[in-house]
């Protein structure tokens, strides 16, 4: 169980177009999707949090503007990396947790790699 | 904010011997000290995780101890093989809060 899975796993883009990253959890409802971003050998930074039905709150330095984050139902969030451009080419992760739910129950998807050429 | 520190940043072993990753963290209100596993290309994983009224914690090869007066917590490996080579992220906080702040990470090779 606790299953969370995106798609896709990897895409190309190209500068100033608009890539859409969904995040699912297979088998349990998510109240709550955490969007992450890992640039090549450093640690994960956390994007966003999403709750289903709101608006997502994103940490200092995020532009929400640019990273559009949807959660419409409790098994599906999706980020959208508007207007790309090579600098936002890095591996993005989302994890999702339960309700009730603290850290120790909170699930992570398998990445998604974006490339902006 | 935690301030998190992990070391060391890159470990490499014999296959067969132990490693030892440690975490140093500095929100003494922090009670729930996890470690997380990300093999290239993965989202991380949890592989065992301890809290603040526990000072061990062990499965099978893998250990977690807890020093809460110091304020670290560290990542035992023994008898480590092959798979056991990944990036390793400890994330100290406080388990009902939201989010999770990760470590720098520790790279561990594990020499045949």
């Known amino acids: 169980g606790a299953v969370v899975s995106q798609h896709p796993s990897w895409v190309i883009c190209k500068s100033g177009t608009s890539v859409k990253i969904e995040c699912r959890s297979l088998d349990f409802q998510a109240t709550t999707m955490f969007w992450y971003r890992q640039f090549p050998k450093q640690s994960l930074m956390l994007m966003a949090t999403s709750n289903e039905g709101s608006k997502a709150t994103y940490e200092q330095g995020v532009e929400k503007d640019k990273f559009l984050i949807n959660h419409a139902s409790l098994t599906l969030s999706t980020l959208t990396v508007t207007s790309a451009h090579p600098e936002d080419s890095s591996f993005y992760i989302c994890s999702a947790r339960t309700g009730t739910g603290g850290n120790d129950e909170q699930y992570f998807g398998p990445g998604t790699r974006l490339t902006v050429t | 904010g935690e301030n998190v520190e992990q070391h060391p940043s890159t470990l490499s072993v014999q296959e067969g011997d132990s490693a030892v990753i440690k975490c140093t963290y500095s929100d003494s209100a922090s009670n729930y000290f996890p470690w997380y596993k990300q093999e290239l290309g993965k989202g991380p994983q949890l592989i065992i995780d301890i809290r603040s009224n526990v000072g061990e914690k062990k499965d099978q090869r893998i250990a977690v101890t807890l020093n809460k007066t110091a304020k670290h917590f560290s990542l035992h490996i023994t008898e480590t093989q092959p798979e056991d080579s990944a990036v390793y992220f400890c994330?100290?906080?406080?388990?009902?809060?939201?989010?999770?702040?990760f470590g720098s990470g520790t790279r561990l090779s594990i020499r045949p």
């Open positions: 994330a100290p906080g406080d388990s009902s809060a939201s989010k999770i702040i």
